[in-house]
């Protein structure tokens, strides 16, 4: 089974959503905003960058520098936008991804004062209730004393504290916003 790589392009995207930047500008972002997440290093992000170039999500300047080299100045296309709004708009599939895409998706819909955190919310808890499910309806197959049911059980488990702490978000979230923005932290 192929390992399903991290969001990194839709991370670099969502920056980008700010304003252009160069690679330099954009590793150290993810790093200083999102490093709590993940790292990545910056032969990484520049070859993310190159194929979000090919597929036309963004498109790049050189600008000249004195007594420097030239620098490669990134900006979202009207293409990455929609990719990166497609993309941030939705929940995640797999339990897996709750610890790191879904936080990103978070951190952006904050950063960029985006509308909508409250349906990707609502739709996240409804992923997880379904999944819960079909893990009940699977447990359900073996026998109290069956290994499997164990296992079985710490998947529930996971989807239940999930699903708290999707609710404190929608709390946490609900209480920024009544309170407004200042004085909300961005990054670590």
Same mark, same amino acid.
């Given at each position: 089974m192929a390992r399903r790589r991290l969001p990194l392009e839709k991370v670099l995207l969502g920056f980008l959503m700010q304003g252009p930047l160069h690679g330099y500008d954009l590793h150290r972002r993810v790093e200083t905003e999102l490093g709590y997440v993940w790292r990545m290093g910056m032969g990484y992000i520049y070859n993310t960058l190159k194929e979000l170039e090919q597929a036309g999500q963004v498109e790049s300047v050189v600008l000249p520098?004195?007594?420097?080299?030239?620098?490669?100045?990134?900006?979202?296309?009207?293409?990455?936008?929609?990719?990166f709004l497609d993309w941030v708009r939705q929940p995640v599939d797999a339990v897996r991804d709750m610890r790191v895409e879904f936080p990103a998706k978070?951190?952006?819909?904050?950063?960029?004062?985006?509308?909508?955190?409250?349906?990707?919310?609502?739709?996240?808890?409804?992923?997880?209730?379904?999944?819960?499910?079909?893990?009940?309806?699977?447990? $359900?197959?073996? $026998?109290p004393h069956d290994f499997s049911r164990l296992v079985f059980d710490f998947r529930r488990r996971q989807i239940e504290a999930i699903l708290e702490w999707l609710a404190d978000c929608r709390e946490t979230w609900e209480a920024w916003r009544s309170a407004g923005r200042e004085g909300i932290a961005y990054g670590n």
């Open positions: 520098q004195e007594n420097r080299p030239p620098r490669k100045v990134y900006r979202i296309t009207p293409e990455g936008r929609r990719s978070l951190y952006f819909f904050h950063l960029l004062d985006l509308d909508g955190v409250s349906r990707l919310l609502t739709a996240q808890e409804a992923a997880c209730r379904r999944r819960l499910e079909q893990i009940e309806e699977a447990a $359900g197959r073996y $026998g």
